[in-house]
């Protein structure tokens, strides 16, 4: 079945880094879409970042410049490389596939979710 895991969470000092894994599988990362989102408390899911199968990036604004995503098909693995942490970006980031719509950051349109892991970006 389809799995997603994700890893690489932590606590960092504003202006700090991290990579965000999602090791996916059940299926063959090559032909999938994969998106990364994040929830901070009392707010609303949203899309950060997506990875086509075509190649093609998306991210929203907020985090462009900052934050790059990559996918290694080999290992099955999505990355979230995430440079110039601010306190607005504390949040759970979930990967997510299964994309059936035509907006890369509706939680909507995603069927499959990992657990998630905690980023927090504080002093």
């Known amino acids: 079945q389809v799995q997603l895991v994700e890893s690489g969470g932590g606590l960092v000092q504003p202006g700090g880094s991290l990579r965000l894994s999602c090791v996916t599988s059940?299926?063959?990362?090559?032909?999938?879409?994969i998106g990364w989102f994040r929830q901070a408390p009392g707010k609303e899911r949203e899309g950060v970042s997506c990875s086509g199968s075509d190649g093609r990036t998306y991210y929203i604004d907020s985090v462009k410049g900052r934050f790059t995503i990559s996918r290694d098909n080999a290992k099955n693995t999505v990355y979230l490389q995430m440079n110039s942490l601010k306190p607005e970006d504390t949040a759970v980031y979930y990967c997510?596939?299964?994309?059936?719509?035509?907006?890369?950051?509706?939680?909507?349109?995603?069927?499959?979710w990992g657990q998630g892991t905690q980023v927090i970006v504080s002093s």
């Open positions: 059940g299926f063959t990362l090559d032909y999938y879409v």
């Open positions: 997510a596939t299964g994309f059936r719509g035509n907006r890369w950051y509706a939680p909507t349109d995603y069927h499959y």
